[in-house]
């Protein structure tokens, strides 16, 4: 299984939904930086499950934290995140060891692996296993933190209803931390609320489109042809569970423009160039050009939904019914927001490492002896 993203700053992820303990382990990040297990739990936090609106499974997604740290900041060794599950009801999921749920990835499992998988919860394909890249991203939006760099995610779409678009990008992002339910407007969280609970009185279930951020970002980062930087963003953005599709600047719409409306001009402020417009959405040619990178990713309702659905028997190959048991989240966008900037950032700092260098993130300078007491 490939389980590990990125080249210089990279990311392992292990675990099952029932199992144990998930996790991940983050390795190639310079030694220095802050490692704020307060910021980390408040990341955390923005994951969890909170309300009607979410699954009734509550885990406390605390954060152990074995390896890579010492003093408060990061070694540059491999830094190791485990959190373990502690609400699981793994008797709900007897019935999908033969029957595939539609939505889900328990047919491509069992075609994969050949029925070893453990098929509880989703096993490895559940979106529980993203508490390890929200822990592990909590490191890394600190590092970008450092360089000036920030990233925010609201919830666009959710259930027809609309929220404002970025403006004032700086400002936009400033408004969005440590919001439980991250949207510009505020109206439309109680619209957007409602639209998730209707559906769950169906037991049904809503998606929704996430759009994200990055202000500060600096020119000349990533690469043409195969290694994109969008390529590289929209790969990791693809494995978050759910997302179906990712866009970056005006998206499909510019299919839409005369090339005189799409084209971002160029102008000069305080020595610096800049465009006018965002069309490309801070990337031409692959490479970051010192404009917000903005992008938007689309997220399909929760498969889990409680109405019976057409399936069929993995073992005979027979057609029949299934109907779900169990606790699941009527929508996820919400939860799947902080996943967002969490990938995000893991990826920026990788694409900055490979950029600058290693240390660069950490401001570290190599002539400098960085030690911080006696043994």
Not at 43 to 69: C, F, H, N, W, Y
Request: glycine share 14%; proline share 4%; net charge negative.
């Amino acid at each position: 299984m490939k389980n590990t993203f990125g080249q210089s700053v990279a990311l392992t992820i292990f675990g099952e939904s029932h199992g144990t303990a998930i996790g991940a382990v983050l390795d190639g990040l310079a030694p220095g930086i802050p490692v704020d297990e307060d910021f980390i739990a408040r990341q955390m936090s923005l994951r969890k499950a909170v309300g009607d609106i979410s699954t009734p499974r509550r885990e406390a997604d605390a954060v152990r934290i074995l390896s890579g740290v010492f003093n408060g900041r990061s070694t540059g060794t491999p830094i190791t995140f485990m959190i373990e599950n502690q609400d699981t009801h793994s008797r709900d999921y007897g019935e999908l060891a033969y029957k595939a749920r539609p939505g889900h990835a328990d047919l491509t499992a069992q075609m994969k692996y050949h029925g070893y998988q453990d098929f509880r919860g989703g096993g490895h394909f559940s979106g529980r296993i993203t508490a390890g890249i929200v822990a592990a991203g909590a490191v890394a939006i600190t590092a970008l933190r450092g360089k000036g760099i920030k990233i925010g995610t609201h919830i666009l779409a959710c259930g027809g209803v609309k929220d404002r678009t970025f403006g004032d990008v700086s400002a936009d992002i400033d408004k969005l931390d440590g919001l439980p339910f991250a949207v510009l407007n505020d109206e439309c969280k109680d619209k957007m609320t409602e639209a998730i609970l209707a559906a769950k009185q169906e037991g049904d279930s809503v998606g929704g489109v996430l759009e994200t951020a990055v202000y500060g970002f600096p020119a000349g980062v990533g690469e043409p042809w195969f290694d994109t930087l969008e390529g590289v963003l929209s790969h990791a953005l693809f494995s978050i569970p759910a997302v179906k599709g990712v866009e970056f600047g005006a998206g499909f719409g510019v299919s839409e423009l005369r090339g005189s409306q799409s084209n971002d001009p160029f102008r000069s402020e305080d020595g610096k160039v800049v465009t006018d417009s965002n069309n490309c959405g801070g990337i031409l040619g692959g490479i970051s050009d010192g404009m917000p990178i903005v992008f938007r990713c689309g997220v399909k309702p929760t498969p889990s939904i409680y109405k019976e659905q057409q399936t069929v028997n993995m073992n005979t190959s027979e057609n029949t019914t299934l109907q779900i048991q169990g606790r699941h989240d009527p929508a996820i966008v919400h939860r799947a927001r902080v996943v967002a900037d969490s990938i995000t950032a893991l990826v920026l700092c990788d694409q900055l490492a490979l950029r600058f260098g290693t240390d660069w993130l950490a401001g570290n300078d190599n002539n400098t002896d960085k030690t911080q007491g006696e043994i």
